[in-house]
């Protein structure tokens, strides 16, 4: 337990029951932010990676990365879970979603180290998750539509998006 988190400091104890249960609303937390969505193509603009990153930030580098891997998998056996109530792994934009298990890390890794104790530094590792999580997104996406394109509709337009979120 690290009692700088969120997570911790609303629910002291600990165990597999508690972890679980954080997990599981966590989930549900980004599969609603993922229906706040501007439409764009291949990936829309949602709200996901606000709570990916605020997921990281309040429940700390593991019950972060498991509750975005729990939102990944929920996804993939066909809930309807992602932007516009898709589901499946076959999505052009599946990538990102793999990128939020590794913000959510990155971002509570580094609020488990006193980062959300300073807004310069948690603006920092926001903006670290956020890029963090595009690595995997733009792999995936490219494989799907070619390097330069993804780089045109994955990165670009979310850009400034992202800034807003991190702030």
Same mark, same amino acid.
């Given at each position: ?83 516009? *109530? ?5 999505? /052009?934009?599946?990538? !990102? $979603?793999? @990128?939020? +298990?590794?913000? &959510?890390?990155?971002? #509570? ?13 948690? *603006? ?5 998750? /956020?890029?963090?999580? !595009? $690595?995997? @997104?733009? +792999?995936?996406? &490219?494989?799907?539509? #070619? ?21």
């Amino acid at each position: 337990m690290n009692a700088s988190l969120l997570s911790d400091r609303l629910w002291p104890q600990t165990g597999l029951a508690r972890n679980a249960v954080l997990a599981v609303l966590g989930s549900l937390v980004v599969a609603a932010a993922a229906q706040v969505t501007v439409p764009m193509q291949p990936v829309p603009m949602t709200l996901q990676s606000l709570a990916v990153l605020m997921i990281g930030a309040a429940y700390g580098s593991r019950l972060g990365a498991a509750t975005l891997a729990l939102y990944a998998l929920e996804g993939a056996i066909g809930l309807p879970v992602f932007a516009g *109530f898709k589901s499946g792994f076959m999505l /052009a934009s599946f990538g !990102y $979603v793999l @990128g939020f +298990i590794a913000a &959510a890390y990155v971002v #509570g890794y580094l609020a488990e180290r006193g980062w959300d104790k300073s807004m310069p530094k948690m *603006f920092a590792a926001m903006l670290l998750g /956020a890029a963090v999580l !595009y $690595v995997p @997104g733009l +792999i995936w996406l &490219a494989a799907w539509i #070619g390097w330069d394109k993804a780089i045109q509709v994955g990165l670009l337009p979310f850009l400034v998006g992202d800034v807003v979120k991190a702030a």
